[in-house]
């Protein structure tokens, strides 16, 4: 909150850091925008929506420990506001701390009881303690608040995935199949988690079809050449099923390669030959970008040299 008797200069000043500061983090420029919100925070230390977007600036920059303080610090100054629980509440959780991404979701809900995307995230976390009631119920309800939500896909996904493990392989399967209906062209690990349904189902050519798709998006993806060898197998496939299986052994080899070579690159890493047959190996793996730089760099060093 803004103190009024500070002078009009100051408070002129302030009005302005903090609009500089959101023109700043619409643009993701974050690192200037801090600048801005750091200077109104000196004029006004009260100043929570400061504290909320600088937070939000440092979430950007991957700063979690500082925009956790900063969350931390508007809720001090106003502990109705949801917003900051909401975003406190994601790093928690992307640090793995369940119980305490918990509290913070669940005091957004006590103070907002209609955000969608406080539900899809409660969900997540409870199903990771393996609270899988109390998380599919809190997933359906995201689903249920805001079915056009950018969180909905994921909160099948991870709806599948609980009942995945907890052997609800039907359920799961519709689950799957509702991501894989927003994204038809690029959910790999729908496909690839129904394919898996499927086989415990014993639908074994209806998981092959699934372990394809997969393959056809990703070539490299060597699980899902491994289990469609696997289910040729249980349909008296061999020869097919042996094909696969000699593929995953081919991407295993590359990946070794990759492994040595970049172990070799540690204590001499201005080798050519080694950046060369790295970069080759990454190719076959499908990794063109980390290839690229590989070749990059044995260029150059090549001219130094």
Do not use: W
Not at 46 to 75: N, P, S
Not at 77 to 96: A, F, N, V
Not at 168 to 195: C, L, N, S, W
Not at 259 to 272: A, F, G, R
């Amino acid at each position: 909150m803004i103190n009024i008797e500070r002078s009009e200069k100051e408070k002129i000043d302030l009005f302005h850091f903090l609009m500089d500061g959101m023109s700043k983090f619409s643009e993701k420029n974050y690192k200037e925008a801090i600048d801005d919100y750091t200077k109104a925070l000196g004029i006004d230390p009260d100043a929570a929506i400061a504290y909320l977007y600088r937070g939000k600036c440092r979430t950007g920059l991957e700063q979690y420990e500082e925009a956790i303080e900063d969350f931390t610090k508007v809720i001090e100054i106003d502990p109705t506001d949801g917003r900051p629980y909401l975003s406190r509440g994601r790093l928690t959780l992307r640090k793995g701390n369940y119980e305490f991404a918990i509290k913070d979701f669940t005091k957004v809900i006590e103070i907002d009881p209609n955000f969608a995307d406080t539900y899809y995230y409660l969900g997540k976390a409870r199903i990771s303690l393996k609270q899988y009631e109390d998380g599919i119920n809190d997933l359906n309800k995201s689903i249920e608040l805001n079915p056009d939500n950018p969180n909905c896909d994921n909160a099948y996904y991870y709806l599948g995935k609980a009942r995945m493990d907890l052997k609800q392989y039907q359920d799961a399967i519709k689950d799957f199949t509702k991501v894989i209906e927003m994204h038809p062209d690029d959910a790999v690990d729908a496909y690839y988690r129904r394919g898996l349904a499927k086989m415990d189902l014993k639908q074994y050519q209806d998981a092959i079809q699934d372990f394809t798709k997969v393959i056809e998006i990703d070539p490299y993806f060597d699980d899902a050449y491994y289990h469609r060898g696997l289910a040729k197998m249980d349909l008296k496939q061999y020869q097919d099923a042996e094909e696969d299986l000699t593929k995953i052994k081919e991407l295993v080899q590359y990946q070794n390669a990759v492994d040595d070579l970049s172990k070799l690159l540690e204590t001499y890493p201005n080798d050519v030959n080694c950046l060369s047959l790295r970069a080759s190996a990454k190719r076959k793996l499908g990794d063109n970008e980390g290839a690229d730089e590989d070749d990059r760099k044995a260029e150059k060093l090549k001219n130094i040299l």
